[in-house]
């Protein structure tokens, strides 16, 4: 094999090393022959998209800085006005958005999360195939309100904990069974082998055979490499269901990952008549039993890969062994350094619990909701935005203690008497220590160091997308184009769609897959006729399901460095999960999902988009 010269490989080191700063100016470049050539405004938005598909993918600038350039070449290339361009970045969804994170941050911050995981699994047990269901069931149910990122780094250390305690005890379990039988085949021998029994009156250890020790040797190490292979193949599993299963209950509610916010926020922006049609409640009915669908059949596909089809072993009949009851214990010492539970997690439990309940009598659908008979009689007043935003500001009000009444009798009761009394400096500390005011459930400075403020900006990008690609006409251009799928049966449209969505995703963000994806089918959808839910719902969820690579979402990457999984193990199970979630959408939408959205006729507010083209 030739060798690369050592200049050549000093200058493509430093290509490698420079690549951002090349593709900053030479992608522009290369794309710019096509709003020269091709004077329309559908071509100048054609090339701003474009622009920043290549820049979402390869990551040469940060995302929400490339979320940011409608807001400069938009104006400047004729296609909106900046006021226009700039109202997308704050829309309702935003609202949506930031209020369901402060509730995520609070929750976090008060570790109220970690409660929760710990009391289901001490319940579930610790049997290897009810622990990876348990696992996934609490993993899933937590990153339907909090990040999948969050999620995901705070089950793992669990789990690796426990299965190492299942694996030390084991192997503890297997040393001492190894020794006693030691013990009993050697005095076995020395019955045989005695002539005289008093000859080892002295009671020192008869020899043992040579070739029994190097028995009992090979035996142990043939179970010490068995075990490992066990456990390997557990700590992978385990590792694998946990990031999997995050991505998963993120499909489940509205606020549980970005691009179910894009998709709420791209119905409302080109088809402003759509009557809510998608909110809370309708989303949860719809995506909740599918997310529980590809939850069961992962942890199927799962059990098969890394546990076996022997049922009986892995849920485990009978009483437990010492293994199970040390790795209980270890949960179990770990819900006890949290304590009891406090006010503050008291408190932020039921203004989690409000706001759910909230949400899903808004506009429950098959009867009014309390916002339809109070305020939206004549609009849209009041929407989840509104509910997300009136609920985490509770956070800012309610103090994380009760006992500030008492600290602030305390405080009237001895002022005069602290002011004249001198008492040592300790004391005196000790006094403006108890001086202090009780912090609220919640404060800026926390808000300000969890809240992915980038994210705000990239759902602002993709509606500044949408809205461009309306006022200059891309979006009909572009469903003209697709109009041949007409002869193509909806579910075997949307079945190839899902497909690529699934396969694109896997190597560029899920915020940035359907921010270029959804307008796209919007149009081809009023284009050919069907119900635009039906195509964009099911991509929409597809974006989520990236399983096959680490880079492909942050909670992959995290059980990548965690579970000594290498790329095959990932991408192995991945493309079967992949093809079960997008069979499981494709289901959904063909089954309980047409009766709910009514997608079998084609909807009048589809035809009433807000199109404003610009000459």
């Not at 001895?414 to 500390?429: I, L, R, V």
């Not at 006022?471 to 049966?489: F, M, N, Y």
């Amino acid at each position: 094999m030739a060798r690369i010269p050592e200049d050549d490989a000093l200058i493509l080191r430093w290509i490698w090393l420079h690549r951002n700063y090349l593709l900053i100016f030479i992608i522009p470049l290369l794309l710019l022959p096509l709003p020269l050539i091709i004077p329309t405004p559908e071509a100048r938005c054609g090339y701003v998209i474009i622009l920043m598909a290549l820049f979402w993918c390869t990551e040469c600038i940060p995302l929400a800085i490339t979320a940011l350039l409608p807001v400069i070449l938009f104006p400047m290339m004729g296609i909106m006005e900046s006021e226009k361009v700039c109202v997308q970045y704050l829309k309702d969804t935003n609202m949506l958005f930031i209020g369901g994170l402060l509730v995520a941050i609070a929750v976090e911050h008060w570790n109220l999360h970690k409660r929760i995981a710990l009391s289901v699994l001490l319940v579930v047990g610790v049997r290897p195939a009810l622990l990876m269901l348990g696992f996934m069931i609490v993993t899933s149910f937590l990153s339907m309100w909090i990040s999948n990122t969050a999620t995901t780094a705070m089950m793992l250390p669990i789990s690796q904990a426990v299965l190492e305690q299942l694996s030390a005890t084991e192997a503890d379990s297997d040393e001492k069974e190894l020794r006693e039988g030691q013990d009993n085949q050697a005095f076995e021998l020395t019955e045989v082998n005695t002539k005289h029994p008093l000859d080892n009156f002295s009671g020192e250890k008869p020899n043992v055979n040579p070739d029994l020790e190097a028995r009992i040797d090979s035996v142990s190490e043939s179970r010490r490499k068995e075990r490992e292979a066990k456990y390997i193949r557990l700590f992978k599993g385990m590792s694998l269901c946990v990031c999997y299963s995050a991505s998963i209950g993120g499909t489940a509610t509205l606020t549980g990952t970005t691009p179910n916010l894009i998709l709420k926020g791209q119905m409302d922006a080109i088809f402003p008549q759509n009557n809510g049609v998608i909110n809370f409640a309708s989303w949860f009915g719809f995506a909740f039993p599918n997310m529980v669908l590809m939850l069961v059949l992962s942890w199927l596909w799962l059990q098969f890969m890394y546990l076996g089809l022997n049922f009986k072993k892995s849920f485990g009949c009978g009483s437990k062994n010492e293994g199970d009851k040390d790795a209980y214990r270890v949960m179990k010492n770990e819900y006890k350094k949290l304590g009891s539970m406090c006010f503050a997690e008291g408190g932020v439990l039921v203004i989690f619990v409000i706001l759910v309940i909230l949400w899903f009598t808004r506009e429950p659908g098959f009867m009014p909701g309390w916002a339809s008979e109070l305020f939206n009689k004549n609009g849209q007043y009041v929407t989840d935005g509104t509910v997300a935003i009136f609920m985490s500001t509770m956070f800012f009000l309610i103090p994380s203690r009760i006992d500030f009444l008492y600290s602030i009798n305390w405080c009237d009761e001895h002022n005069e008497e602290a002011e004249e009394d001198e008492q040592e400096g300790g004391e005196k500390q000790e006094k403006k220590k108890k001086l202090k005011g009780t912090p609220t459930l919640l404060n800026w400075k926390v808000v300000h160091e969890r809240m992915p403020w980038n994210i705000v900006l990239l759902l602002g990008g993709g509606f500044a997308l949408a809205s461009g690609s309306e006022a200059s006409g891309l979006s009909v251009w572009l469903g003209e184009s697709l109009a041949p799928l007409q002869s193509i049966p909806p579910f075997a449209i949307s079945l190839i769609l899902c497909l690529l969505v699934g396969t694109f995703t896997e190597c560029s963000s899920n915020t940035a897959t359907t921010t270029l994806f959804l307008p796209i089918l919007a149009s081809m959808a009023t284009t050919i006729g069907i119900h635009p839910l039906y195509v964009m719902l099911p991509c929409t969820i597809s974006a989520s399901l990236a399983f096959m690579l680490p880079v492909a979402t942050p909670p992959n990457a995290i059980a990548f460095s965690y579970g000594n999984l290498k790329v095959l193990d990932m991408a192995k199970a991945g493309f079967i999960l992949n093809i079960i979630g997008i069979l499981c959408i494709n289901l959904g939408i063909n089954t309980w999902g047409m009766a709910m959205f009514n997608l079998g006729t084609f909807p009048t507010w589809a035809n009433a988009t807000n199109i404003t083209h610009t000459p």
